[in-house]
């Protein structure tokens, strides 16, 4: 990998796909990639009191949606995530 693209800023484009705490993503790399949250989720959702805890119930898992203007996924519960940091998390 370049150091281009090292530096590169990751955006979310579309999700393609999701299914309990895994989502396929396409970046603006043109790249398709699937992220695993189960295990991040679980520990997160250890803390009294986590809003992480929503995000285990598959149900309300799926209910992800994207944020066209800041290019990533979000919950109406408030949670989102960093692009870069669920390309370095995707599989």
């Known amino acids: 990998m370049s150091s281009l693209e090292d530096d590169m800023l990751h955006l979310i484009k579309e999700i393609k796909e999701v299914r309990p705490y895994r989502k396929k993503l396409k970046f603006n790399t043109g790249e398709i990639k699937e992220v695993n949250l189960e295990r991040n989720l679980k520990d997160w959702a250890k803390t009294p009191g986590s809003i ?17 203007e800041m290019e990533t996924i979000y919950w109406e519960n408030g949670i989102d995530f960093c692009p870069d940091t669920l390309y370095s998390l995707a599989e």
């Open 52 to 68: 992480y805890k929503q995000l285990l119930a598959p149900d309300y898992f799926e209910k992800v949606k994207l944020n066209t």
